[in-house]
């Protein structure tokens, strides 16, 4: 267990004085975990006012029809498909990864739509996806003792003590990233939507020892011809008018940087962090009492909240309670990531809960983070068939429950990457070092991502016609 820290007051100042009152800062006076010490107070202080200085990465009203979509979603009417990286990096700031990244999501997304025919609402782990919680606060590396990696927002990867420092410039530098991506990401939904459409950009051989093949060689068919379709009858207006939707999300770990992106706007109530649209509550500060839960009661944003063990719906309703008191539509996302061998004991429990609390939510399902294992040759990987088997067993239980999955969550990226096993390409144990990058969880790489896009498509028909 990672230590829980005393409120560190590193950055209090005269507006977030203790009044019991909501504050960005007032979480600064409560414990919290997983976020270390910075050793360089007054360093601190700079790196917070700057960021805070900064203009924002999105708006106020892009958040709220996040909401409005995601209250849709919480209805049976729209469905949710969150997913990036585990952890971003500064380094992958770059075109390639980019592209690839946004170009999965939308082939998904097309692929959701087809197969659904309901808004697909895309959220991507990006721009904001840099601090990691980690279950000791120190590792040893070559012999050597020091700080745990948290991500690039906090310290470096590097394996020596002193990349390991908690450096709060990281706080500014993240910003930046995020705001170049996020500069990207935009252009490219808005410009080069056509393009990254192309039909050449659709790879499908992996698919050919699948089942399925046909069936997925006939639906990109379609999509090709539709997108084709509109090409012709309105020339030019898809590059140029026609604005994919595209949120972007994070875990609100690092609070300093959470909370300097945390801004009112003219002629609207509330406070809204203008970091991400969308930001979620991990699985390891979810102390009642605690600085996280402090802090998100107070944003307008939407929330995604982790569900997983130690489980406890009484607990969840508790955080509900506190984050969502008014019981605002599209506001929560529910996240639960179980493990495939424990949704049939345990994800009734919190439907019914729910349900009995009156609280609106979406449903989604994160089939990663109870799933993963670590090889003989100590690779971190995660089944492809455990994370499909967690998705059929969620869907499962909503269904008897008379309940909506409204949506998944998944860490996927668009490259050739080999770090999770299974899948149509069979990609086994063996084959994990030929192309394995991430530095903290394994993720789907392109063809699996597809694969299993089309799959979820499947299950939630499934689940729709027994409904
Ligand atoms: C994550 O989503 O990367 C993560 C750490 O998940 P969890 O908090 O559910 O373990
Ligand atoms: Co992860």
Redesign the pocket.
């Known amino acids: 267990m990672s230590s829980i820290l005393k409120p560190t007051n590193q950055i209090v100042q005269p507006e977030a004085k203790s009044d019991g009152r909501w504050h960005p800062l007032s979480w600064n006076q409560f414990d919290i975990a997983q976020l270390p010490e910075y050793p360089d107070t007054e360093e601190l202080r700079r790196a917070y006012y700057e960021l805070k200085s900064l203009p924002p990465l999105i708006t106020s009203w892009e958040i709220e029809a996040l909401k409005e979509k995601l209250a849709q979603a919480s209805m049976g009417k729209a469905f949710l498909i969150q997913g990036g990286d ?1 952890a971003e990096t500064f380094d992958s700031c770059n075109s390639v990864k980019l592209v690839n990244m946004l170009k999965v999501m939308l082939q998904m997304s097309f692929i959701l739509i087809h197969e659904m025919g309901i808004p697909i609402i895309r959220v991507g782990r990006v721009a904001g996806q840099y601090a ?2 980690r279950s000791q606060n120190y590792e040893e590396v070559n012999g050597e003792q020091m700080m745990s990696y948290r991500g690039d927002l906090i310290n470096s990867y590097l394996p020596n003590r002193d990349a390991r420092v908690p450096d709060p410039q990281r706080l500014v530098t993240a910003y930046q990233k995020a705001a170049l991506s996020l500069n990207f990401l935009r252009a490219l939904s808005d410009e080069g939507f056509a393009d990254l459409q192309h039909p050449g950009q659709w790879e499908l051989d992996f698919m050919q020892n699948n089942e399925f093949y046909e069936e997925y060689e006939q639906m990109v068919n379609t999509i090709k011809k539709a997108i084709k379709f509109m090409d012709a009858i309105i020339p030019n207006k898809l590059n140029t008018t026609h604005k994919v939707d595209f949120y972007t999300s994070h ?1 609100a770990l690092n609070l300093f940087y959470e909370s300097a992106q945390t801004r009112t706007v003219p002629r609207k109530e509330g406070w809204f962090n203008l970091s991400g649209h969308m930001v979620w509550l ?3 500060t979810q102390q009642l009492d605690g600085a996280h839960i402090e802090y998100l009661r107070g944003i307008e944003n939407p929330i995604g909240i ?1 569900v ?1 063990p130690p489980f406890s719906p009484d607990a969840l309703i508790d955080i509900l309670d506190r984050i969502n008191p008014s019981h605002e539509a599209g506001k929560i996302v529910l996240i639960t ?1 179980m493990g495939h061998a424990n949704v049939a004991t345990e994800l009734s429990k919190y439907i019914n809960r729910v349900r009995r609390s009156g609280h609106p939510v979406v449903w989604s399902c ?1 089939p990663m ?1 109870g799933n993963t294992y670590a090889t003989g040759n100590n690779f971190k990987t995660r089944r492809f068939d455990d994370i499909l088997q967690e998705i059929r067993e969620t869907f499962a239980v909503h269904r008897s429950e008379g309940s909506y999955l409204g949506g998944v969550h998944l ?1 996927l990226t668009g490259d050739n990457v080999t770090e999770c096993v299974g899948g149509a390409n069979g990609l086994n144990e063996e084959g994990l070092g030929i192309n394995y990058e991430t530095y903290c ?1 394994p993720r789907l790489n392109y063809e699996q991502s597809l694969e299993m896009s089309f799959l979820v498509a499947k299950e939630w028909n499934r689940a729709k016609n027994q409904i």
Do not use: I, L, S
């Open positions: 585990c990691k919680p875990e991990g699985n390891r982790k997983g990531r994160d983070h860490e969880d």
